[in-house]
């Protein structure tokens, strides 16, 4: 007699007549449609986006653990309920600056610092000039200052030395003119809600720290942006799209130059016996380009720049040995020269110039 199967656990046998039928347990499963089988819904991510009983929302919509919820996705850090990315802190008044870090009432989060809110800033239309640490603090409140905000100049300060230490307007997000020279106690400035901004010039600061998160485009024609005596070895514009003229001199201490959404700009300056690296990748058009006077930079390369309507100047880069322009249409004016380890040079605009073989 053949030997009868049994069934497995999770199974039954239906007897219906002389024939048996095997059927499995039902598991889990989803039907495309109306007809959507859900066995939790209690683990669906509610409307909030936040999770509870700490339960991450993932990207798939369910409540999961972290380690699950989060890890490998494109938001792979777990903070209140949900699954975040570094700027979400920017602007998240629950987190601002980091995880669990929430404003206060009346308060917003600007460029991960909590700032007082649009109901409670006030604007400077004319302009005003600061010589201390005490004064600088009485701007805490202002959003926006029409004119120029002027920071130090011993010859603007009553002929002393200005005393500001630290430049941090959190409220701050438009200035027509910002001048920051001669502070030579200054060691950083961070203006974590700056959007927008007519002229810049720092000069003559020992800065450490320069932090500008969100500032993304320059209102005026001009911007200069100095630094001479001292400064941080990377300078980055994060947010930055179009600029008018961003001039850079880096001295002995810039290194890097990083600009990763700038699209359009008037006039590109840089220059610095430090500099190694010019990060703009996302550069489409300009009217003048000029990489001059540095002493290690070995390549400048803008894969994406199409147009530079009046020139291109590349000169007395001492350690430059490659140019990489290979969408640069025609420029009416290029100079290229003073560039003595030159090998390559790739592009339309600047085969056979100068210096380029």
């Known amino acids: 007699m053949a030997a009868r199967s049994l069934p497995t656990p999770g199974s039954a046998l239906l007897r219906v007549g002389g024939a048996a039928f095997l059927l499995t347990a039902l598991t889990a499963f989803a039907v495309p449609g109306p007809c959507a089988f859900n066995p939790h ?3 669906d991510c509610p409307e909030s986006g936040r999770c509870e009983g700490g339960l991450f929302c993932s990207p798939s919509g369910f409540c999961q653990g ?3 919820a989060c890890d490998g996705s494109d938001t792979p850090i777990a903070c209140d309920g949900r699954c975040v990315d570094e700027s979400n802190f920017l602007t998240d008044s629950r987190n601002c600056g980091r995880c669990g870090f929430e404003c206060n009432d009346g308060f917003i989060c600007r460029g991960g610092s909590c700032t007082v809110g649009p109901d409670l800033c ?3 239309e004319g302009s005003v000039r600061i010589c201390s640490d005490d004064e600088l603090e009485a701007l805490d409140d202002v959003c926006v ?4 905000l002027a920071i130090g100049g011993p010859a603007d300060c009553n002929d002393n030395p200005s005393r500001v230490t630290a430049v941090n307007l959190p409220a701050l997000v438009r200035v027509g003119k910002l001048q920051i020279v001669r502070n030579f106690r200054l060691t950083e ?6 959007e927008e901004i007519g002229e810049l010039e720092l000069a003559q600061n020992y800065l450490q720290r320069i932090e500008l998160p969100v500032l993304r485009a320059i209102s005026d024609s001009y911007i200069s942006f100095i630094i001479n005596d001292s400064g941080p070895a990377v300078l980055i514009f994060p947010a930055l799209t179009r600029t008018g003229t961003l001039s850079i001199h880096g001295g002995d201490v810039l290194e890097t130059i990083a600009a ?3 699209a359009e700009a ?5 220059s610095g016996d430090a500099l190694e690296l010019i990060e703009l990748p996302t550069l489409v058009t300009a009217e003048q380009l000029e990489v001059s006077d540095t002493v290690v930079l070995e390549r400048v390369a803008l894969a994406e720049l199409r147009s530079l309507s009046r020139s291109l100047t590349i000169s ?3 350690s430059l040995t490659s140019i990489f322009f290979p969408q640069l249409g025609t420029v009416a004016d290029v100079t290229i020269a003073g560039n003595p380890r030159l090998e390559s040079c790739v592009g339309d605009a600047v085969k056979d110039v100068g210096d380029c073989p």
Do not use: F
């Open 189 to 194: 400035v961070v203006l974590p809600g700056l």
């Open 266 to 270: 008037t006039r590109l300056s840089l």
């Open 41 to 43: 819904p209690e683990l």
């Open 316 to 318: 007395r880069n001492e």
């Open 66 to 68: 972290a380690d699950i």
């Open 122 to 124: 006030r604007t400077i």
């Open 260 to 262: 990763p959404l700038l």
């Open 145 to 148: 200052v029409e004119g120029e």
